[in-house]
């Protein structure tokens, strides 16, 4: 199947700091990229989607200030989440659909720990 | 109504036993339907794709109902391996807005 690579798998920061989550599409291109975080023992939920070149779509109740999002080209989108505190913490997921079909490939996640 | 519901189990069931998920999704107009599975602490997985008239990938069985607007996955002779979270997926709008269920838990005993 097609690769998605996210990087870092895992980031430990202090509150107040940024950090940023890349998401590559290795092997095709991602036209369409989205981002999801998981709490232990819950579901995945989206919290935005972004479309290379355009703006993010973000789910209610996500903060697009929070968590800011870039698609700049066919093979990479960011996550940065500014200012983090503690509540940030969590499992952070990309997944891309684009030219390799309509399934949706998954980052390997980062585990973000804010402390 | 969720775009798209799952019972989120846990399905506990012995070894060998077969095992049917059934998923829902509202929007008639959802073009493309999956199957991921998820161990826990990983990403989740593409494990099939479903078709209209259904396939089938060894212990693994997918079909589509449109009519009715759900899509379910058998798994024949349960393994201790299979047990994880299996998501529903469903795409609309040319794979714009892909929708995840949230999952059902299955967990296979010895």
């Known amino acids: 199947g097609a690769v998605v690579s996210q990087h870092p798998s895992r980031v430990i920061c202090k509150s107040g700091t940024s950090v940023k989550i890349e998401c590559r599409s290795l092997?095709?291109?991602?036209?369409?990229m989205f981002w999801y975080r998981q709490f232990p023992k819950k579901s995945l939920m989206l919290m935005a989607t972004?479309?290379?070149?355009?703006?993010?779509?973000?789910e209610q109740g996500v903060e697009k200030d929070k968590f800011l999002i870039n698609h700049a080209s066919l093979t990479l989108s960011t996550l940065t989440v500014t200012s983090a505190h503690p509540e940030d913490s969590s499992f952070y997921i990309c997944?891309?659909?684009?030219?390799?079909?309509?399934?949706?490939?998954f980052g390997q996640g980062t585990r973000l720990t804010v402390v | 109504r969720k775009e798209v519901e799952q019972d989120p189990g846990p399905f506990n069931v012995p070894e060998g036993a077969t095992v049917a998920f059934n998923c829902t999704y509202s929007?008639?107009?959802?073009?493309?339907f999956f199957w991921y599975r998820q161990d826990c602490r990983k990403e989740p997985k593409l494990l099939m794709s479903?078709?209209?008239s259904g396939n089938e990938d060894g212990r693994f069985t997918a079909q589509l109902n449109r009519a009715s607007q759900y899509i379910s996955l058998l798994i024949r002779d349960s393994k201790l391996s299979d047990s994880a979270t299996y998501l529903c997926?469903?795409?609309?709008?040319?794979?714009?807005?892909?929708?995840f269920g949230t999952g059902t838990k299955l967990q296979v005993i010895p």
């Open positions: 997944s891309a659909t684009g030219t390799q079909g309509p399934e949706a490939f």
């Open positions: 092997d095709f291109q991602a036209t369409t």
């Open positions: 972004s479309n290379e070149g355009s703006k993010a779509t973000y």
């Open positions: 929007n008639s107009a959802s073009q493309s």
């Open positions: 479903v078709y209209s």
């Open positions: 997926v469903v795409t609309l709008g040319g794979y714009q807005k892909v929708t």
